[in-house]
């Protein structure tokens, strides 16, 4: 059951959800840093953003730097702030919440560690994965690839089928990850979703604000009927 009595928590995360935005230093312009990016995708209306660090050590006075400035520039913005995987530090630095996959540190240890009024999202393959992170404290699921994906490599699709059950199947809100485009969106309509995570549909692009927009507006349109 969702354990979260935070600011971001119950049907206030619901909304935070529409365009999630997950970085990624793959698409970073000589000089640019994650922070450059993020300012931009927030300009233009990113909902949520995640620090996802796969080439900087965990325990690296680098991240955490890197992770406080961003942080500030969410909390500027309003803007929900979590990382990827790293439960010490998103305690240590007292983020909006953190974000675990199934091969990362188990949903109930997470909670456990980071608290009762942090963010916990848990990705997901399959119902049984979903209802067990409900059960262990996540307040909203990342359920994919739910299209073919180059930012990870271990990736397991997910049919959209399944990804209507799992929605049907928990009380906490879902997005979709993996190979969403702007284009693509639309393929995900009447799912159950609330949002959609995403990488290089926005931090990919030539101009991110732009991309960040166009997403924003087809979420809009497709998932969320406004």
Known sequence: ???????????????????????????????????????????????????????????????????????????????????????????????????????????????????????LGVSAQTVEEAVLAEERGADYLGVGAVFPTGSKDDAIEVDHDTLEAICKAVSIPVIAIGGITVDNVKELAGRGLVGVAVISAIFGADDIGAATRELSRNVDKYLLNK
Not at 70 to 90: H, K, N, T
Request: with cysteine; glycine share 8%; proline share 4%.
């Open 1 to 119: 059951m969702n354990q979260n009595t935070g600011k971001f928590s119950g049907e206030a995360l619901v909304p935070t959800l529409a365009v999630y935005a997950v970085t990624d230093r793959h698409w970073l312009k000589p000089g640019q840093k994650l922070a450059d990016q993020v300012r931009e995708t927030l300009e233009a209306g990113a909902t949520f953003i995640q620090l996802r660090e796969k080439d900087l050590p965990e325990d690296s006075e680098e991240l955490r730097q890197e992770a406080l400035e961003i942080q500030e520039l969410c909390r500027e913005y309003g803007v929900p702030f979590v990382l990827d995987d790293d439960a010490a530090l998103a305690a240590e630095i007292g983020c909006d919440g953190i974000h675990v996959g199934q091969e990362d540190m188990e949903a109930g240890a997470v909670r456990e560690l980071v608290g009762p009024d942090k963010i």
